[in-house]
C-alpha cells in the first residue's frame, strides 16, 4: 500500500468514526431529519470541493453511479441510526464496520477480482468476529 493510499485511508477512519459518534449524539428522535441534515451537509462540502476543482470535467457515468452510491449509503445511514437507537452503539458500530465484507464479496463476484487464501481467511475471521460480537453470552 502506498503511503499515500495508506494516510487517506486512516483520514476516512477517523472521519467515518467521529461521523457514526456525531450520528448518536443526533438522537433518535428524528431519523430523517438527521440523514437530511448530514446528506445535505456532506453535499454542499462535495459541491465547494468540485468546483475548486482545476479542470473539472462533467461524467455521467459518474453521475449515475455517485447516484446510486448515495441512494444505497443514505439507506445504509438510516437504518445504521434505527439500528443505534435500539441497540448498543459500541456493538452497532462494530457489526455494520464489516461491510467491507459485502464490497468484497460483490468484487469478486461481480468484477472478477481474486483474492490470495490469507485474503479469504481475513473475510471468515471478519464472519466470525461478527458473531462474537453480536452474541449475548457471558
Not at 467515518?16 to 459518534?21: H, V
Not at 431519523?31 to 455521467?60: E, R
Not at 468484477?111 to 453470552?137: D, I, K
Amino acid at each position: 500500500m502506498s503511503r499515500a493510499a495508506l494516510l487517506l485511508s486512516l483520514g476516512a477512519t477517523v472521519a467515518w468514526g467521529f461521523w457514526a459518534f456525531a450520528l448518536r449524539l443526533a438522537g433518535d428522535k428524528n431519523y430523517y431529519l438527521t440523514v437530511l441534515s448530514s446528506t445535505i451537509g456532506g453535499g454542499l462540502l462535495m459541491l465547494i470541493a468540485f468546483l475548486l476543482q482545476p479542470n473539472y470535467s462533467f461524467d455521467w457515468k459518474a453521475v449515475a453511479w455517485g447516484f446510486c452510491a448515495g441512494l444505497l449509503g443514505t439507506s445504509g445511514m438510516f437504518l445504521f441510526l434505527g439500528a443505534m437507537s435500539s441497540g448498543k452503539t459500541s456493538v452497532v458500530v462494530t457489526l455494520t464496520a464489516l461491510y467491507p465484507v459485502v464490497t468484497i464479496l460483490l468484487s469478486h463476484t461481480i468484477l472478477g477480482e481474486r483474492l490470495a487464501t490469507h485474503q479469504w481467511v481475513g473475510v471468515v475471521l471478519a464472519m466470525v468476529s461478527l458473531a462474537l460480537v453480536a452474541s449475548e453470552g457471558g
